[in-house]
């Protein structure tokens, strides 16, 4: 069993900078692919970046690209969303999850998910 537990979310203005954190916990990630996703109200649940455990690489859905880090810290096992040039657009609640399947981007292929944190940007 793996537990996610998301924080770093907020109001905030257009062109700020939120950094979301994914503590996890229960058991060894080395074999996990960990990613964001984030769900807007009426829409489905949409990819943002994914990073491997072990092998750090990571990827990111075209929104992301260039405003968006995902990045880790393996003392402590936490996945972070850096997320800078914030958007209106950007306004959803976003999810930690982790997967034992690499590269995917389907949320229903991960397996353990956080209970999300929300963010909204205000223009």
């Known amino acids: 069993q793996v537990l996610l537990v998301e924080s770093g979310g907020g109001l905030v203005q257009a062109g700020a900078s939120l950094r979301l954190s994914c503590a996890a916990s229960?058991?060894?990630?080395?074999?996990?692919?960990m990613a964001w996703f984030r769900q807007a109200p009426g829409k489905e649940r949409d990819f943002v970046a994914t990073i491997g455990w072990s092998t750090g690489r990571t990827y990111y859905a075209n929104s992301a690209k260039g405003r968006f880090t995902i990045s880790k810290n393996n003392a402590d096992n936490t996945v972070y969303l850096q997320m800078n040039s914030l958007k209106p657009d950007d306004t959803a609640v976003y999810y930690c999850?982790?997967?034992?399947?690499?590269?995917?981007?389907?949320?229903?292929?991960?397996?353990?998910w956080g209970q999300g944190t929300q963010v909204t940007v205000s223009s």
């Open positions: 999850a982790a997967s034992l399947i690499p590269g995917v981007m389907t949320a229903r292929q991960y397996t353990y």
């Open positions: 229960g058991r060894a990630f080395s074999g996990y692919f």
